[in-house]
């Protein structure tokens, strides 16, 4: 069973800055892409950043230039860092990651993330 804990959430004000983390845990293996999804309700859920286990990256327009994703791959996380925070960034924020050699997507429970105006 796979397992991925995301934290890092919370309530920041407009310009601020937090740092999600998501940690792949169990029968893992052989990780590909580790990503980071948001939602708001009644929309569907949309790619922030993703990170290939090449190394390459790549964002969502609106958040270019503002979040940095990155990853751990000795210990399986994946990290998500959000500077200059908008409050339309505001929405639940999930992990992906796409494994094994039948390339199996597990997600995480979400974390929310709410900037202030």
């Known amino acids: 069973q796979v397992q991925l804990v995301e934290s890092g959430g919370g309530l920041v004000e407009a310009g601020g800055s937090l740092r999600l983390s998501c940690a792949a845990s169990?029968?893992?293996?052989?990780?590909?892409?580790m990503d980071w999804y948001r939602q708001t309700p009644g929309k569907q859920r949309e790619l922030v950043a993703a990170?290939?286990?090449?190394?390459?990256?790549n964002y969502a327009d609106s958040v270019k230039g503002r979040f940095t994703i990155s990853r751990d791959n000795s210990k399986n996380i994946v990290y998500l860092q959000m500077n200059s925070l908008k409050p339309e960034d505001t929405a639940v924020y999930y992990c992906?990651?796409?494994?094994?050699?039948?390339?199996?997507?597990?997600w995480g429970q979400g974390t929310q993330v709410t900037v202030s105006s």
């Open positions: 169990g029968t893992i293996f052989s990780i590909d892409t």
């Open positions: 992906n990651v796409v494994w094994g050699n039948w390339r199996k997507t597990s």
């Open positions: 990170s290939r286990s090449g190394g390459s990256t």
